[in-house]
């Protein structure tokens, strides 16, 4: 059973930068970042290919957002830059049991999920 605890969030003005980071209980491989604003679905933000540092990216936050990991410490990290009012949601991190390629956005096709950590960006 994979656990996935999800630390970082908080109130940033527009502009500003963030990073979360999902510590898992275990390697993972198949990781990702997603998101629901109030009101929304579960979009994807980002995911990450760990076993060769493959990344994917929303349109929306493509070149403002950075998935990366630190093996050592089990840890995925979200560094967001340029935030901006839309950004605001409540973040989940995510496992697979296996890598969907270009699917990844799919929020159904992850096994695992943390609690969530808030984002809040104001103008």
């Known amino acids: 059973q994979v656990q996935l605890v999800e630390s970082g969030g908080g109130s940033v003005q527009a502009g500003g930068s963030l990073r979360l980071s999902c510590a898992a209980s275990?390697?993972?491989?198949?990781m990702a970042w997603f998101r629901q604003g109030p009101g929304k679905e579960r979009e994807g933000v980002a995911a990450l290919y760990t076993y060769n540092n493959g990344t994917f990216y929303a349109d929306s936050v493509q070149g403002r957002f950075t998935i990366s990991q630190d093996n050592a410490r089990n840890t995925v990290y979200l560094q967001m830059n340029s935030l901006k009012r839309e950004d605001t949601a409540m973040y989940y991190c995510a496992d697979a049991d296996q890598w969907w390629g270009y699917l990844w956005y799919k929020s159904n096709l992850y096994n695992y999920w943390g609690q969530g950590t808030q984002v809040t960006v104001s103008s």
């Open positions: 275990v390697i993972t491989k198949n």
